[in-house]
């Protein structure tokens, strides 16, 4: 039961972190009346993940062989492309707002806005979905005592998973908004750096992509087949061997995204010198911003 | 660079590498694996090393196993009394572990490459 417990709890833990995030988000800009755009993204996710799996079970031949990967390759691009716009979106935003942070979502682009969000949501679920549907169904269908157990820990896993997640909106929501804006879009940019890494290794185990040496070797201190090396690969791509191209690909990322999102920030400290020091504002909602 | 130059490459530069996913197949050898009470059955495959490969999985087991390995970067869901063809590329001489994530703790076996 234990082992099922781990299991689950590991597949779901990137989907909670990322959807007690984005609810964090909505509750952050005054709008948690929109948090119906994450829950159903994250059920649409749920929904996904169930006939994904029931495919894979019925599907046999080529469709089986290569449908998942490509699916879960697709997955993690788009997942990629959806963490970047909205790291890069809550900075314009944090850089726009000088205090009144309701009004300027009232503006027409915050729909779109909420649909990114809830395709954040869907991706966050469906990424690992169809597997932990799978596996979940794999153990209730051995109908034992002990498939029983194990199923029992498996669902616990999630539930623990989604207890991590709402643990990161309970404390999401005690600091304040520039330093949660701050510290997620750091943490989602990592996130995607390693999802961007996790996709090209997929590639290159399919033969997509051309195998390359093995960059460094770090499993005899810290194996990514480990409990904290699991958790670190899901959170920030660690890799105990990352392949050259994988590497290339996260460094890359990194750079290219980190200049999209943070470039105005090293942009104003060269022109302009050290950042004056912030005014200090009061309530919830209000913004620090330094003068521009 | 502007940004939303900077922007659309972000964007494109996935998609461009999943193109050369319609490359075709040549036939390769397949090698039988068969997964029966949480066990890889056998557990060692020998393979020549610069010759890509076909793994034949089969799942004999009452539930879903993951054919994993780390190194290989292949996770594959395989449900029970399915039979799954997972195209393996060339490898470097070495040795390389799989498990059934599954049931680590007995399913394991390893790809011999020389």
């Known amino acids: 039961m234990g082992g099922t ?78 963490l970047t716009w909205h790291g890069w979106w809550m900075r314009q935003h944090a850089r726009a707002v000088k205090g009144d942070v309701q009004r300027r979502l009232d503006e027409a682009s915050a729909t779109r806005r909420f649909w990114i969000v ?31 157990g ?39 940019l990592l996130v995607a750096g390693g999802l961007l890494s996790t996709a090209v290794g997929k590639l290159q185990g399919l033969g997509v992509l051309p195998i390359t040496s093995v960059v460094w070797d770090t499993s005899s201190l810290l194996d990514d087949r480990g409990l904290v090396g699991e958790f670190l690969g899901g959170l920030v791509g660690y890799r105990a061997k990352p392949s050259l191209l994988e590497m290339l690909a996260y460094v890359g990322y990194l750079v290219v995204a980190g200049a999209l999102v943070f470039g105005d920030v090293v942009g104003r400290k060269r022109d302009r010198g050290p950042a004056p020091p912030s005014a200090v504002l009061t309530g919830e909602d209000k913004e620090v911003v330094t003068a521009r | ?70 190194e290989l970067r292949i996770e594959k869901v395989i449900p029970a009394g399915k039979t799954v063809k997972l195209k393996v590329p060339a490898l470097k001489s070495g040795t390389y572990g799989f498990v059934g994530e599954y049931h680590e703790k007995t399913a394991k076996g390893r790809i011999v490459a020389e």
């Not at chain 1, 119906?36 to 089986?64: D, E, F, K, N, Q």
């Not at chain 2, 922007?7 to 036939?27: C, D, T, W, Y």
């Open chain 1, 5 to 82: 417990f781990v299991i689950t709890l590991r597949e779901a833990f990137e989907a909670a972190l990322l959807l007690g995030i984005v609810y964090t988000y909505l509750d952050k800009v005054g709008r948690p009346d929109q948090f119906h755009y994450v829950t159903r993204g994250a059920l649409l996710g749920v929904a996904a993940s169930i006939l994904l799996g029931v495919a894979v079970t019925v599907l046999s031949g080529p469709l089986l062989d290569l449908g998942p990967d490509l699916i879960g390759v697709g997955v993690l691009l788009v997942a990629v492309v959806l």
């Open chain 1, 118 to 148: 809830a395709l954040i949501a869907f991706t966050g679920v469906f990424r690992e979905g169809a597997e932990t549907v799978l596996f979940v169904w794999g153990l209730l269908a051995q109908a034992s005592v002990s498939g029983i």
């Open chain 1, 150 to 188: 194990a199923a029992a820990g498996a669902l616990l896993g999630i539930v623990g998973a989604a207890a991590l997640g709402w643990a990161v909106f309970r404390g999401g929501k005690r600091v304040s908004l520039p330093k949660f804006f701050a510290v997620t879009s750091v943490l989602l």
């Open chain 2, 1 to 70: 660079m502007t940004r939303r130059s900077a922007f659309s490459i972000v964007i494109v530069a996935p998609l461009v590498m999943l193109a050369p996913a319609a490359r075709g197949a040549r036939a390769a050898t397949e090698i039988a694996l068969t997964i029966e009470q949480n066990r890889f059955q056998p557990d060692e495959i020998k393979v020549k090393a610069g010759v890509p490969f076909v793994l034949v999985i089969t799942n004999n087991g009452k539930g879903a196993e993951e054919f994993e390995s780390k």
